[in-house]
């Protein structure tokens, strides 16, 4: 008989952060004090999504723990000589050797002052997992924040692996850093390659599942049959990157099909700039005493600034009206009964040629379906119904679109997002109960409150931090080595703005400078933790190469990997279960982490360190004191650098600022301050009561999951369908550019239309490899794509035998997904090695054979190719990273790429 | 009554493996051993193509084919439907691994390492010697419901005393509970919804429902999955070769097989002529090489002895019994000679023949060999390699000429009824289909039980009766060709049952398709 389990002896509440669908809360068995299992935290089913159930990734956290192949001393690197071919020869030093040699660095920086020649921080440091390392890295944030300006524009995968364009104009339109669906109230959710069961973590999975089992209806469009797809009501097998062909023909069906009563009237009129009259030159017609953008008043029968009380905006139409317009740089037009059309108008006649027999072609899809797809969103809308949220009236709009990484990146993107924010707003569907929402803020302040950071701006919309394009104000001068600031306005300029830069810019400004911007230099110090962008990042190799060339990187290290294979001092943290922190839960934040709660869960250890690890907290102390920023330091703590303020209006507990404190006591503190800012100051338990209970909650109201309540409440509008906004800046920037001599970015003005024309983006992508790479094109017939994985996406785990072992049980992990009869056409059977090959670079897999591709297309699931990474490397997996080029061809304006390639495949062997 | 039960709903599952990891935690399983898991299914033709994901493990079935073949009183079934294993009792004979048609069964051993070397900190804490070297599979958690239930806790309700894969279930895809409790939520469930079981048509009656599509239909309304026989992709879930038993296993029905034949055909001819004592020795040397082939398969071979002491009525067991007096009997038969012997070791060694084609009949989970024909090609073969042993022996002993001539029409006859069963067996499998594996692997090499080769042993043994030096290729054919088949029976053509999925489910408004069982054709 299987004995009972009598040996457990205690249970600890953790939380698992690996990826941006968290935190999942956990607890952890511990016998004999070693963490032997993972388990739901049912403590927390009342106030989880989830109801306190943890993702798969965070059953690899025991493994991750006592991995034999963990790193557990500081290590030196003792050969000078850096790259793949290179043994680092890491020899075991003490951790007063490891910080003395990083203080030591430091000193030489800030004493040389914190910016180089070229104006750029000679202190750089990368973090992966979308943010998430900053709920692993304790009082790290503090450090930094006491050290001065920090280059963050090595990215590790932001702006190819995220979702690009929809955080910078999801920010920009309706505060949406992440958008998702309100999927507990959606009824037809149609997703553009969103990977819903692979990336949304188990809040989303429970959601989308409970929909199912409510009878919602979700459209995959999709090359390949993706576990989402699987899990959905339909699959439409696109052409890769016609997403936005699509999309627009879905609009023109909406517009130019079906009947005027279909569409939410009203939201159209009162929420968005569908009224606005545009004059001549594209800009608004504006009020010329005030300034205010036109519209026309059916009840008066004139031209009324917007927010006049009481007018009956005209959606479409034309007529005879007089103002002033004003363009980029302040150039005014002035306009004597001139004829103007509304926005919605010029909307209406700007996507009559996108019929769905015009998409049937391009997205190689029947326009039945297309129109199809059109049709039941408008069948699904509930036009003109509300619904009760908890006691609060609001428009119930069950129908949402959802776009998918390689949908919302790169080229395309901006048609994309643009495309489905529109459909919401046809619909009304934007920010109201049942359609698409945003769920959090990075570039917009404060990023915890999306209703707070609803600020009034220009012509009635929401205002938005873009950088500066005007005259005399322009960033001429990069401040980072991407130069976000200089050339993405849209970037904003908030502690996350780096990460939302043309991160690829960065790696290859080191290969090869950008003409007219300072010239590259390698940071003194690079601080690496949690990625590896020799793996994650494009053009690896590239990649690899550069940070070869880096002349002091510090990598807090779990594993030898590909990255730290170019470090000079390793530095092993307590991971996941060994380290000490606490973070902010719920509310509403990443993917469908939108709760009805919010508050703070601690990551206590379930593990003593092992080895020499340290945790992340005493090495920041160390940092800090070693570098005499330990002043600044506990200052930032205080601020709530860490996390928490320490100060509030009822509490005060704020450390001692000269002094080093230990982890305890700091995380002490900062539990407290938790306790009084949850109870408004009527609590103040500390580290005990976290360790007791594992988290602290309070209710949030189910209304803020909603910014169209904020909106109302300001009497603002939503910027579309018309982006007057955009398109100024863009020749604003345009003009600065070229007073600085710089043209290489003029591809990129381009994407600052009213509104956006389709572009052949399949052809663009097969151009620029062709044209760069001098090749022909046809050789290389397949299109290449990736997809997430629920096991490994942004877990850094690959290292784990576990999550492989697991991972295995669904199909194509591991090889090259290819469709059956286009593999039969080159003699290819199932498990055939081939290499596959871009213009850029080759790769090699076995086939796995699938009927849910597309015959042009092929699939590497994951990021692997790994050959330093213990377990890893062994496995023989193929990367597409390998296969992608960085190129400025292929950088939209945002700053980003797209996962997708051209190749060919090639056989080298038969199954083994 | 009790029926604890799985219903997993596969509208919501999404093949996350959680499940997989968690029930791995929960039971500290090795690496490799997945005690529960979810399949990843396609079916159809691009572009009208489904996938679906199906979370399998033991069945706990209502007739469990683990629990007839078990050798000792290791298996067991308790009233409330759950199947367990003592694994102070087990063996390691892994005949419920092949016996059980859902491949849910696993021997493990050496200790947990899943980097290889010495185990991890957790591995070493939580290493489960008991389970070394014997079977080990899901038990539904069962500590977790018997202790949940002494708390007053209701499994499937109370997570507590819930199973941890049905806990860690992030999209509420599983569920447990008492089927038999018409309040029960599965009932509920199952009344609301249309569902199947994982090879219903096996009559196991396994403890994992599947929920397909929303509305009240019964079970047995699923149609069929159609076969594919050359699936693409899906080799997961397709029928793979059994590994738990190899040529130590062949080995003793090869040579048990032929022991007892020809220790058959020697009482036979003792009736008539001077017993052959060497016939008798080299029958019982070879039963016994035999059974010391297997005994060297066994995961904890010095608990042979629970076969006797703590045994069931499995053929295994049976197989075990008769051995015992064939040796006493066989041993006693070259002191005395007596016919009488003779014939009582030879009627032993014949039930112990019969035991091996039942126990291979017993083995549900391999379709080659559940075939109920394989029980009379495996005695035919066995007495026609023994008579084609004893007639070489005979040749070689110099025996009387006319005692030759009676072994060859013997022999011809035996031959021509092993053909005979061959066939019906043959044709019976391809009737009702089997893996294209088993398929391929019967129908390859030349020593065999195919027309040609037997027409070709057959024509040896007749030409005997010109030349009867002949007899000694004819017999020897005999021999080997029954080998070759066994060998290939046990060893190559033994593919499991594989999995399939009865219905593609329905995603929330989409409709379900139809289902696949992936590897399979009829021929």
Known sequence: MDKPDKSTTDQVSTYCYQCVAGPDLLQVDIEDGVATQVRPNFSAAEIHPAGGRVCVKAYGLIQKTYNPNRILTPMKRTNPKKGRDQDPGFVAITWDEALDAIAQKLNKARADGLNDKSGFPRVAASFGGGGTPTSYMGTFPAFLAAWGPVDMSFGSGQGVKCYHSEHLYGELWHRAFIVSPDTPLAELIISFGTNTEASSGVCGIKRHADARGRGVKRIQIEPHLSVTGACSAEWVPIRPKTDAAFLFAMINVVLHEADRSRLDIPFLKERTSSPYLIAPNGFYLREKTSGKPLIWDLKAGKAVPFDTVDADPALEGEFKVSGSETGADDVTWDHKKIDCRPAFSHLVEHVRGFTAEWAAKVCDVSADTVRSVANQYLDHAHIGETIDIEGMTLPFRPVAISLGKTVNNGWGGYECCWGRTLLACLVGALEVPGGTLGTTVRLNRPAGDRWKSVKKGPDGFMDYPMNPTAKGEWISKPTTRHAHRTLVPLAANSPWSQALGPTHLAWMQQQQGFEKLPEPTAPDVWFVYRTNPAISFWDTKAVTGVMAKFPFTVCFAYTHDETNHTADILLPECTDLEGLQLIRIGGSKYIEQFWDHQGFALRDPASKPRGETRDFTWISTELARRTDLLEKYNAAINRGAAGVGLKGKNFDFSLDEGSAHGVEDIWNAICRAASAEVSDGAESQGLDYFRKHGFRVRKYSRQRWYLYPEMVAQGLRFELPYQ????????????????????????????????????????????????????????????????????????????????????????????????????????????????????????????????????????????????????????????????????????????????????????????? | ???????????????????????????????????????????????????????????????PPCLDVCPSTATGKRDDGIVTIDYDLCIGCAYCAVACPYQARTRVDSPNAAYGGKPMRHEAVREQWDRHGVSQKCTFCIDRIDEGRAKGLIPGVDHEATPACVNSCIAGALHFGDTDDTDSEVSRLLAQNKHFRMHEDLGTGPGIHYLWEPGAEDAAAVETAPMVADPVGLAAVSPKLQTNWDWRAAANFIAGGTGTGLFAAAALAGIFAEPLLIAALVAMALVATGLFCVWLEIGRPFRFINVYFHSRRSWMTREAFAALPFFALGAASLFIASPVVWIAAAVCGLVFLYCQGRIL???????????????????????????????????????????????????????????????????????????????????????????????????????????????????????????????????????????????????????????????????
């Not at chain 1, 023989?876 to 992608?884: A, G, K, Q, S």
Request: contains cysteine.
């Open chain 2, 361 to 523: 009949r017993a083995a549900k989970g391999i379709p080659a060999w559940r075939e109920p024909g394989i029980v009379a090609v495996i005695v035919s073969t066995g007495l026609c390699e023994g008579m084609g042993l004893f007639a070489v022996l005979a040749v070689i002993s110099g025996i009387d000429l006319a005692l030759s001539q009676t072994v060859t029409p013997l022999l011809l006859a035996l031959l021509g009824w092993r053909y005979f069963t061959w066939r019906q067996y043959r044709e019976a499998l391809g009737r009702r289909g089997a893996p294209t594996s088993t398929f391929k692997a019967l129908e390859s090499g030349f020593i065999n039980l195919s027309p040609p080769v037997q027409l070709i042993t057959a024509a040896f043994v007749a030409l005997s009766l010109v030349v009867p030096m002949l007899l000694v290729i004819g017999g020897l054919l005999a021999v080997l060709t029954g080998w070759g088949f066994k060998y290939t029976l046990i060893t190559r053509a033994a593919f499991t049952q594989g999995y399939e999925i009865s219905r593609m489910p329905a995603r929330g408004a989409g409709k379900s398709a139809p289902g696949i069982k992936p590897g399979w054709m009829v021929r």
């Open chain 2, 1 to 63: 009554m009790t029926r604890w039960a799985i219903v997993a709903d596969l509208n919501r599952c999404v093949g996350c493996q959680t499940c997989t990891s968690a029930c791995k935690h929960a039971n500290a399983t090795g690496p490799g051993v997945q005690w529960r898991k979810v399949l990843d299914f396609e079916a159809g033709e691009f572009p009208d193509v489904t996938r679906a994901f199906l979370p399998v493990g033991c069945m706990h079935c209502d007739e």
């Open chain 1, 724 to 912: 007057e906004r955009l398109y100024r800046i863009g020749q604003e920037l345009g003009a600065r550019l070229h007073e600085h001599g710089i043209t290489w970015w003029d591809r990129q003005l381009k994407e600052y239309e009213t509104m956006p024309n389709w572009q052949d983006l399949p052809g663009l992508w097969e151009r620029a490899l062709s044209e760069r790479f001098k090749v022909d094109i046809d050789d290389y017939p397949f299109w290449l794509l990736t997809a997430r994985s629920m096991q490994y996406s942004w877990g850094g785990n690959a290292g784990l035998q576990m999550i492989h072992e697991v991972a295995s049980n669904i199909a194509g992990h591991g090889g090259i997904i290819m469709n059956p009869a286009a593999a039969g056409r080159l003699g290819l059977s199932e498990g055939d090695k081939v290499e596959v090959s871009s213009p850029s670079g080759k790769t090699r897999g076995a086939v796995v054979l699938r009927h849910g591709i597309r015959p042009d297309t092929l699939l590497m699931i994951g990021q692997f190719g790994h050959w330093a990474t213990p377990f890893a490397k062994d496995l023989d997996v193929p990367n597409m990273n390998e296969l992608t080029p960085m190129m400025l061809e292929l950088t939209d304006a945002t700053g980003s790429g797209a996962d997708v390639v051209k190749v060919a495949v090639k056989r080298i062997g038969a199954v083994t």
